[in-house]
């Protein structure tokens, strides 16, 4: 398997200098044409290839959105990290950061809380997408359409009895976020955790992050956590700043598209 991979992940710097056809592909390999025509046949289904009319292939639009997506959440990452840290050492909670990729909500990044409860959150992990305050910013953001869409494709496990459990009351749940601009979970994924999130826009006013503060109950209430939300859309609007070039003296309100 390791040596399939190796030689599909070889054909992408050959397909960089531009277009080739089989025999090309399977000269740079050393292989038969038929191993050649089977690993970009397989390229070719997740779109990191494209084969033209001419027969030649050449790398893919996929390959290059990838890229771009990369690209973005490693900025927004950076942008993000040290006002994390800065809202990790004003609070002594858990902070993360999440992004919207496909069907899912992925935490990027975490800053640890101080105190001895830790949550078991990592970095690359899906959050529970339906109960997840980052989650609910980012997907309240999308398209009417696109929102109605996910709502319908996804599953609603009870975690607790604070869950969603259905996609009327979800998509209930993303337009009330959508109006303030800010969510909670408390208590819907695990009786003992609440959170507030707050959104990361980029220059078009969308959101391309989602930021928290969590905590369990035995470190502070709900009600507790609740005081900080002024502090965490603060920390937010801030990073939305630095990562759109945006002064905060020349900010506006984002107004989403429906």
């Known amino acids: ?32 044409k038929s191993t050649a025509l089977r690993l970009l046949r397989t390229l070719h289904e997740h779109g990191i290839v494209h084969r033209q009319p001419d027969h030649r292939y050449r790398l893919g639009a996929r390959l290059f959105a990838l890229a771009q997506q990369a690209v973005e959440n490693l900025d927004v990452r950076e942008t993000a990290h040290p006002h994390l840290v800065e809202l990790n050492e004003r609070t002594g909670h858990t902070v993360h950061l999440a992004v919207h990729e496909e069907d899912e909500v992925l935490y990027i990044d975490k800053v640890e809380s101080r105190y001895p409860v830790r949550m078991y959150s990592r970095i690359g992990k899906p959050v529970a997408i339906t109960v997840a305050a980052v989650a609910k910013l980012l ?107 945006r002064t905060p003296e020349s900010r506006e309100r984002p107004q989403s598209s429906p």
Not at 3 to 16: E, F, G, M
Not at 144 to 157: F, G, I, K, M, V
Not at 176 to 201: F, M, Y
């Open 1 to 32: 398997m390791s040596q399939t991979v190796d030689r599909a992940l070889s054909i992408l710097p050959l397909l960089a200098e531009g277009p080739a056809n089989l025999e090309q592909v399977a000269n740079r390999l050393g292989v038969h």
């Open 139 to 245: 997907l309240a953001d999308l398209p009417e359409q696109e929102r109605r869409s996910l709502a319908e494709r996804l599953d609603y496990p009870r975690y607790t009895a604070r869950s969603i459990t259905d996609a009327t009351a979800f998509l209930a749940e993303l337009a009330k976020v959508r109006e303030q601009g800010w969510a909670t979970d408390l208590g819907g994924h695990e009786e003992s955790i609440n959170c507030v999130a707050a959104p990361v826009r980029g220059p078009d006013g969308r959101a391309v992050a989602a930021m928290s503060v969590s905590a369990p109950n035995v470190v502070v209430s709900a009600d507790e956590l609740l005081t900080l939300l002024p502090l965490v859309r603060r920390t937010a609007e801030a990073i939305s700043d630095e990562y759109s070039g």
